[in-house]
């Protein structure tokens, strides 16, 4: 079976004005541009490939303060929340961003999640350490996250961890207010985020469920992470 892999980053009920949640998104996408060349061209997503294909915009804070003024993309108290295609028409060669932002209901909406390529060369280049360090360093000094990662859905399906809970990936992200990260073993690599907080990259190689020593080290890992409490969420 293919193993399918998405980025996210989530944080708690933080009530943002549309500038707030446009200023956000144009860092973002300006940050995510620089990873991989299939994060340089944007379109709104809509009913039809015929009608998404049309909807091409740059990501520019103007352009996101109009989308998130207008009634397709503000929910309220909910925030606001909107999707992005890369215009890829070939299966699983691009990415979709789904975004919800400025909500201070909770539970939050607040998160912002990428599906990553699974075919092509786009899944050969983008799902590499390198580049995934870039994608996740946009997702975090673009929203400034609690918590996040680069997940393996089919790692989930064998462990099935609480929703809700920072899940165990092959990348994980950690701001500073989940706690401080224990000493972790080889080959485990930890990164500094700016003043944000913590990368774990737990293997330098593609993390894959078909490798036992890779199963053993991302269950080590959340043993370590969750007996340190840094699973739990700021205290």
């Known amino acids: 079976m293919k193993e399918i892999f998405y980025a996210g980053v989530y944080w708690p009920a933080r009530r943002e004005s549309a500038e707030d949640c446009a200023r956000r998104a144009e860092t973002f996408f300006q ?12 379109f709104e997503q809509a009913n039809s490939l015929k009608k998404a294909l049309q909807l091409q ?9 109009r989308f998130f003024k207008s009634r397709k993309y503000n929910e309220g108290s909910f ?35 990428l599906d990553l390529p699974s075919n092509g060369p786009e899944e050969q280049r983008v799902l590499s350490a390198a580049v995934l360090t870039e994608v996740m360093r946009a997702l975090v000094l673009a929203w400034e996250p609690d918590w996040g990662g680069v997940i393996s859905h089919a790692y989930q399906d064998m462990r099935s961890e609480p929703a809700g809970h920072p899940r165990t990936g092959w990348l994980m992200y950690f ?7 224990p000493p972790l073993p080889q080959p485990v690599r930890v ?40 699973l739990k969420g700021p205290s």
């Not at 909107?82 to 201070?104: I, K, N, P, Q, Y």
């Open 31 to 42: 940050l995510l541009s620089r990873a991989d060349p299939i994060y340089a061209h944007w």
């Open 57 to 65: 915009f740059e990501p520019t804070h103007e352009t996101f303060l």
């Open 79 to 113: 925030g606001f929340s909107f999707s992005a295609w890369t215009g890829h028409e070939e299966d699983g060669r691009g990415g979709v961003v789904m975004l919800g932002c400025g909500s201070a209901v909770t539970p939050p909406p607040n998160s912002c999640l």
């Open 175 to 181: 701001s500073r207010r989940q706690g401080v990260l």
């Open 191 to 230: 990164e500094s985020v700016e003043d944000k907080g913590t990368l774990v990259i737990l293997t330098p190689e593609r993390f894959t469920v078909d490798n036992p020593a890779h199963v053993a080290l991302a269950d080590e890992i959340r043993a370590l992470l969750d007996r340190e409490g840094v």
